[in-house]
């Protein structure tokens, strides 16, 4: 603990960082009364925490990656996600660009929403990433801790000697792999049998994808209509030959086409990380069990063989007593702590805390009285 940078935002809305701490006790009562917004520590240990950035003689670093909805289209982020140009004004729905297609401009003011879907998706790309970390790089789960990070997306942090000391190219590289980044698609010998990585990932994910395709799935990959057809035509046929590695002639069927669907389930089974995060060996990341202030939900720890059963709108809420008057401006239907509420639209309400919290975090509602 006495190696980890610690950095808070606080209300007053700036950020304090290079602090640190000895003990659990100290850094509690510093929280007691600074009462910060969000409360960071960083991933990597230092000989001295509270130096400046370059003179804080960086040891190591956890390994850490960050899976959050901001970064995986859904159907859904078009109806709630909303960024503005902080430059010229221009408004967007959906996953914010990199840059203003009208200016250039490279500062957003994003409205996002925590919505059941995209937190479905979240889990989904956590539950890839896991599955890579287990199976391809053998980390057991008591390296492993996995986290809802209390807004859109989970986090997962590798504690182990073995990462410590990877250095920014190091990370890039494992990065790479569990996005499946420059993949090169080779034909598979399927007559082997494939126990682990890319290869098993492949193979399994190829037959499921045909198994459930229709036409359009095919097309919708780039294959040719007359293509499309003759495979779901000739599904079984096709789904034999993957499996004992001899080609029967499909007509048309050669190389090209099965590069591209191998290079769409590459696609399907690489997880959608933020890659920015794991390669910064500097990171300040979210405390455990501190609140986040775009929702006031808990970051929150899991088991990670439990993460499909978890429920964030359950298992994250701080705030478990107590009512609040609200005047609500705008917000769609949501559920939290067994409850369902709203849509709202300028109205007064009664909401739990833990709603009312969030409505207040996320700027749509105002306490009354
Ligand atoms: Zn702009
Ligand atoms: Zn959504």
Redesign the pocket.
Known sequence: MDRREFGFNLFEGFMLRHKSFSTPEELKSFLEISIPMDAYYSCAYYENPTAEMDRKGWIGADLIFDVDADHIPTDCDKVHDEWT??????VGKGVTPEK??????EKFNVTTWPCETCLESAKTETIKLLDMLMDDFGFSDREIYVFFSGHRGYHVQIESETVLALDAIARKEIVDYITGLGFNVKPLDTTQRYFYGWRKRINQSVLEFINKATEEDLVRIGLKRNLAKAIIQNKNVFLENWVSGTWRNIKGVGPETKRRIMEHSVKMRSAKIDTVVTTDIHRLIRLPNTLNGKTGLKKTWLPANEIESFDPFDEAIAFKKGTVPLFVSDAPRFRLGGETFGPYKRQKVELPTSAAVLLICKNKAEVLG
Request: hydrophobic share 25%.
């Open positions: 140009c902080s430059a010229c004004g221009f203003c297609p009208i200016c250039n401009g």
